[in-house]
């Protein structure tokens, strides 16, 4: 079982947001340690949240979600309701666009169930130690592609010469700001710096003996399964989340016609 603040980088959703869930009872932790207080999420529950969230997006109230949860909602309305949803946010600005397609892929989750794809292969691989040059931020999911063109913008061409690598992001929560996650992004150095401009950040990553990765196309249906999959594999072959090292996710641009990148999410891990 995973801790809350695992649960919360596995789902990408806030640790206050989590705790009020559990508060109004709409998805509680599947244990809790009542010495501690600790909360314990399994992976199965992942799923359950990804309804959750597709209600909310589909512009449900918690009340009105936890009279659903409590219903037996069929594919078949889920995806009208989907599709009437979908012709709403047509109507709108482009800045709506992005919550379209978060839609859709949290669709073909609740399609799927979190059913393992053929091709979609979870490999633990060993990290070297790398030369890491970043930016820190606060911010969601959302904001990541922001994040790193204001930091494209920001490199000079000297500096980039050095950093022809992908685009990396570390993930970590926040003590005391449960709204956001904390973000590195950035790239590895192809070779060493020697000056490091004010606004950039440098460290060396550790080498870590064991990653559990997955690696998918951002267009693909993988990308919304990621995450879920790797729960389940991680609890299945009886490892656990390596604690204090934050999860990253490598970005490969794909040709400049095909609009997706390729994505690597790797999940830092130990044997129980």
């Known amino acids: 079982m995973f801790k809350i603040s695992e649960f919360s980088r596995l789902s990408k959703v806030s640790l206050k947001t989590l705790r009020y869930y559990d508060q109004i009872g709409i998805l509680k932790p599947r244990k809790v340690d ?56 047509q109507q709108i ?96 150095l192809t070779c060493e710096l020697l000056l490091i401009p004010d606004l950039f950040q440098l460290r060396t990553l550790p080498p870590e003996p064991m990653m559990a990765t997955m690696a998918f196309r951002s267009n693909s249906s993988f990308a919304c399964t990621a995450c879920v999959h790797l729960a389940k594999w991680i609890e299945k072959n009886n490892y656990q989340i390596k604690e204090n090292e934050s999860g990253r996710e490598i970005y490969l641009p794909l040709s400049p016609e095909q609009d997706a990148q390729f994505i690597e999410i790797q999940i830092p891990i130990i044997n129980r």
């Open 34 to 89: 009542h010495d501690t207080g600790y909360r314990y999420y399994s992976a199965d529950q992942l799923l359950e949240l990804n309804r959750i969230l597709i209600y909310k997006e589909l512009g449900f109230t918690l009340p009105q979600i936890t009279q659903l949860l409590h219903e037996d909602i069929t594919l078949e309305n889920i995806q009208g309701m989907f599709k009437l949803k979908r012709s709403e946010i």
């Open 93 to 188: 600005i482009d800045a709506e666009q992005a919550k379209l397609l978060r839609i859709e892929e949290r669709m073909q989750l609740i399609e799927k169930e979190g059913q393992v794809e053929t091709g979609q292969e979870i490999r633990v691989k060993t990290e070297d130690a790398k030369q890491f040059l970043f930016q820190k931020a606060r911010g969601r999911e959302e904001d990541i592609p922001d994040l790193f063109r204001t930091f494209n913008q920001l490199l000079t061409k000297e500096i980039r010469q050095l950093t022809q690598g992908p685009q990396v992001v570390l993930w970590k929560e926040i003590d005391g700001n449960e709204e956001e996650f904390e973000f590195e992004v950035g790239y590895f």
